[in-house]
């Protein structure tokens, strides 16, 4: 079946993302109990980067990443790094699929890949969750922000994660690695992007955190319940690792300073009240609370970092889409838009 299934999109595996359907159904056969060989594969058709397949059987539901196929950037579609990750927060406050296995055998269907249970629920990937009451959205954003929290409050030496990440230098290294990520996609010459991209390291507040990180905290990435506004499963962990909260909230919080006529991620101009969404300072002191957080410093030099860091992952998304290398049919469109994020990022930075 082609179609929608709780908001997420389906549909056959694309050309470029085919494998061996009988293969992995003779691997899940011997690795997952119950599992008799006999399933449906359906691709998730907005993803931006790992290949994400939904397997129906009769012994349940299960989701596959998988590393895409061809030459790969240094570093980037690390499934590896999820499977940990998502399996070390298994006991937390943070709510996560189960996994099952990961496989790191390219012989059975051609990358790295792993499985985890499908959870229902909600993907509401518009901001303004159309088609929800006012009260809905304002106890659904509270629940983003409470489950964010207690995501960064993780001790992550605890639950196995001491290794995941270095605890220091995260910004600068950010700066480092999402400037050779973008000088290596880049389609053409941008200057707001290289003025960001010097202006960043010249203003890091150099106040050293560590917490665990996931990189893309959005709505898109999270399952809500059906029958409440609590966030039941956070998904999409490939940037995940140890690193600074405060870069990580300045990506959640980066939308209320994004003109929505401009870009799909913002909501700047929006009718917030009327929407039922909690203005950005309400949101903070639910985030700080369940942190266990007094205060939350300098967030507009981490909004910034945000902006340009998802400017330079839309830039990589173009360059896929034109090399057909893409998980999403629409990356071509979808990458565009680095060029007015990058732009409202440094109209920010020259007022700070």
């Given at each position: 079946m082609t179609g929608p299934r709780d908001g997420r999109e389906l549909g056959p595996p694309l050309e470029a993302h085919k494998f061996d359907e009988a293969a992995l159904a003779a691997y899940l056969k011997d690795h997952i109990p119950g599992f008799d060989g006999n399933c449906t594969v359906q691709q998730f058709l907005g993803g931006q980067s790992n290949p994400t397949f939904l397997?129906?059987?009769?012994?349940?539901?299960?989701?596959?990443?998988?590393?895409?196929?061809?030459?790969?950037?240094?570093?980037?579609?690390?499934?590896?790094?999820?499977?940990?990750?998502?399996?070390?927060?298994?006991?937390?406050?943070?709510?996560?699929?189960?996994?099952?296995?990961?496989?790191?055998?390219?012989?059975?269907?051609?990358?790295?890949?792993?499985?985890?249970?499908?959870?229902?629920g909600r993907v509401l990937t518009e901001r303004g969750f159309p088609g929800l009451d006012p009260e809905e959205r304002t106890a659904m954003y509270h629940s983003m922000a409470d489950v964010f929290g207690a995501f960064h409050a993780v001790d992550y030496n605890a639950v196995g994660l001491?290794?995941?990440?270095?605890?220091?230098?995260?910004?600068?290294?950010?700066?480092?690695?999402?400037?050779?990520?973008?000088?290596?996609?880049?389609?053409?010459?941008?200057?707001?992007?290289?003025?960001?991209?010097?202006?960043?390291?010249?203003?890091?507040?150099?106040?050293?955190?560590?917490?665990?990180?996931h990189g893309d905290y959005r709505p898109g990435n999270l399952i809500f319940a059906n029958d409440s506004p609590d966030v039941v499963a956070v998904l999409d962990w490939e940037l995940a690792t140890i690193g600074h909260p405060l870069a990580d909230l300045g990506y959640f919080m980066m939308p209320y300073r994004i003109d929505a006529e401009q870009s799909n991620y913002g909501m700047r101009g929006m009718d917030l009240d009327g929407l039922g969404i909690p203005p950005e300072e309400a949101l903070l002191e639910t985030y700080a609370k369940a942190a266990g957080r007094s205060s939350i410093p300098n967030i507009d030099y981490y909004i910034v970092f945000s902006m340009w860091r998802l400017a330079a992952i839309q830039a990589g998304v173009l360059r896929r889409g034109l090399d057909g290398n893409a998980a999403d049919p629409r990356a071509i469109e979808r990458g565009r838009p680095y060029k007015e994020m990058s732009h409202m990022a440094w109209e920010i930075a020259e007022r700070l």
């Open positions: 397997i129906e059987s009769s012994s349940g539901s299960y989701v596959m990443r998988k590393k895409p196929p061809g030459e790969l950037l240094p570093s980037a579609h690390a499934v590896d790094r999820e499977f940990k990750v998502i399996s070390a927060l298994a006991d937390t406050r943070v709510p996560v699929a189960k996994t099952h296995f990961l496989c790191e055998d390219d012989s059975v269907i051609g990358q790295m890949f792993y499985v985890m249970d499908y959870v229902s001491e290794k995941f990440g270095r605890p220091s230098g995260y910004v600068a290294r950010q700066v480092a690695r999402w400037t050779k990520q973008y000088e290596a996609s880049k389609v053409e010459d941008w200057e707001p992007m290289d003025k960001l991209i010097a202006w960043l390291p010249e203003n890091d507040p150099d106040d050293d955190q560590a917490s665990t990180v």
